[in-house]
């Protein structure tokens, strides 16, 4: 048995002693729409631009989940009859075209006025009470159509609930349900400034966290940029 792996927690050592085989469950929320030719300009300059072409394909689960069963925690690597690799942040860089150096992405994990936060930098609010999430189904609603009359102020709004769902949704997606959490607006405050963070390290971190967390035999879906996993192994 490999050395590095826990020899009761690791998924890989549990795999004869299944009833049935694990396939893991994703999460992932394609934004659903094109985001209007008006917004392009800045979800480029922000570093979003190649991340925003992505298109939702059919995720194979199966390889998914061999890939979990090969990973280890300790190393952050996978360990292949071939060799042992992993995914880099320059593999990030290419695949996503997001910033991969400058500022750590952080936040605030509890935003004391949700409701003034979102009329400042989105125009509007889904609620004037207390909440830390953005349901995407919002986000859909209120910014899939913009109209031809739309302000520079109003593109930008625009433009922020697009990156909210494009992080939420396909980049960085949790098992919390079909919402992004509001942590990540006030970093989308001044677009220009917004290019500065690095996106790609923290897309990375989460998805090492989850690769992580899957291999307990007792997990049963995956959050972080499948789309990400998946590419990387096939290409």
Known sequence: ???????????????????????????IYSVGFQPDECLIPFLELVGFGSAALIRTFNLRY???????EQW????????LS??????????VALQLGLPIDGNAVTGVSLI???ARICYDLLGRSPSEGNFQTLKFSWLKANFEYLPSTATEL??????????????????????HGSAVHLMYLPLLSNLHNTH??????????????ELC??????????????????SWDLY
């Not at 042992?84 to 942040?89: F, G, K, M, R, V």
């Not at 500065?196 to 966290?209: D, E, K, N, Q, T």
């Open 112 to 114: 004391s006025r949700p």
């Open 82 to 91: 071939c060799r042992e690799c992993t995914i880099t942040l320059e593999d």
């Open 154 to 175: 109003e593109v930008m709004q625009a433009a922020r609930a697009y990156i909210m769902h494009l992080i939420g949704g396909v980049l960085m997606p949790d098992t």
């Open 62 to 68: 199966n390889l998914i989940t061999t890939l979990v």
């Open 72 to 79: 280890r925690p300790k190393t952050h690597t996978f360990h």
């Open 1 to 27: 048995m490999d050395s590095l792996i826990d020899s009761t927690n690791h998924i890989s050592s549990s795999i004869n002693e299944m009833v049935e085989y694990r396939a893991l469950k994703g999460h």
């Open 213 to 230: 967390r899957t291999t307990d035999p007792s997990a049963v879906d995956i959050g972080g940029c499948l789309i990400l996993l998946q």
């Open 196 to 209: 500065s963070y690095s996106w790609g390290s923290a897309v990375l971190a989460i998805l090492y966290r």
